[in-house]
T-cell receptor
Framework: EAGVAQSPRYKIIEKRQSVAFWCNPI?????LYWYQQILGQGPKLLIQ????????DSQLPKDRFSAERLKGVDSTLKIQPAKLEDSAVYLC????????????????FGEGSWLTVV | AQSVTQLDSQVPVFEEAPVELRCNYS??????LFWYVQYPNQGLQLLLK??????LVKGINGFEAEFNKSQTSFHLRKPSVHISDTAEYFC???????????FGQGTRLTINP
């Protein structure tokens, strides 16, 4: 079974530029997550989709970050304009369905997209 | 709201020695608990999870963890580590009925030959 796919793996941009990350979840997974992992910290949830609707975006900096999930499958996370503090790994993850983590509903993570803002 | 504290940011051990990575959580309701491992330049991989039942949970690669409700802890252990266990380990909690997974700060495990 294919895992969560992300691209690009690495990106270096200058501050005030824009960047976009793409994610393809595991086939059939209804729930998709974007996490931000700053160096030395644990991952922090940015946004959660259930099919193509947003469930939780309370920690998404909406003045510069946006995300969409096209047709309930692939997702794109965009940052515009980027700041130095946005340097981080952006992890996409998916789980079979919404609702609580539990039996048969584990989150699976992609390898991440590493962003450096200079 | 739930929170997770990993008590050690770095743990150096010698190869074939036992190791314990400590994790405490805070929540006002029942929780599910998880340990993830992150190898260099890779994403997160689930090691093990506690959902219910036996408080001793066995995972992949010889790791196990014990849920202690009275101490609100979920420490990860391995009786004999290998060089290949060098990685960052994250403890995470999800409140039952909630969808969000909250992570600790991570513990970097370094294995010395």
């Amino acid at each position: 079974e294919a895992g969560v796919a992300q691209s690009p793996r690495y990106k270096i941009i200058e501050k005030r530029q824009s960047v976009a990350f793409w994610c393809n979840p595991i086939s059939g997974h209804a729930t998709l997550y974007w996490y931000q992992q700053i160096l030395g910290q644990g991952p922090k949830l940015l946004i959660q989709f259930q099919n193509n609707g947003v469930v939780d975006d309370s920690q998404l900096p909406k003045d510069r970050f946006s995300a969409e999930r096209l047709k309930g499958v692939d997702s794109t996370l965009k940052i515009q304009p980027a700041k130095l503090e946005d340097s981080a790994v952006y992890l996409c993850a998916s789980s079979p369905r919404g609702g609580a983590q539990g039996p048969g509903n584990t989150i699976y993570f992609g390898e991440g997209s590493w962003l450096t803002v200079v | 709201a739930q929170s997770v504290t990993q008590l050690d940011s770095q743990v150096p051990v010698f190869e074939e020695a036992p190791v314990e990575l400590r994790c405490n959580y805070s929540s006002s309701v029942s929780v599910y608990l998880f340990w993830y491992v992150q190898y260099p330049n890779q994403g997160l991989q689930l090691l093990l999870k506690y959902l219910s039942g036996s408080t001793l949970v066995k995972g992949i690669n010889g790791f196990e963890a014990e849920f202690n409700k009275s101490q609100t802890s979920f420490h990860l252990r391995k009786p004999s580590v290998h060089i290949s266990d060098t990685a960052e380990y994250f403890c995470a909690v999800s409140e039952r009925g909630a969808q969000k997974l909250v992570f600790g700060q991570g513990t970097r495990l370094t294995i010395n030959p």
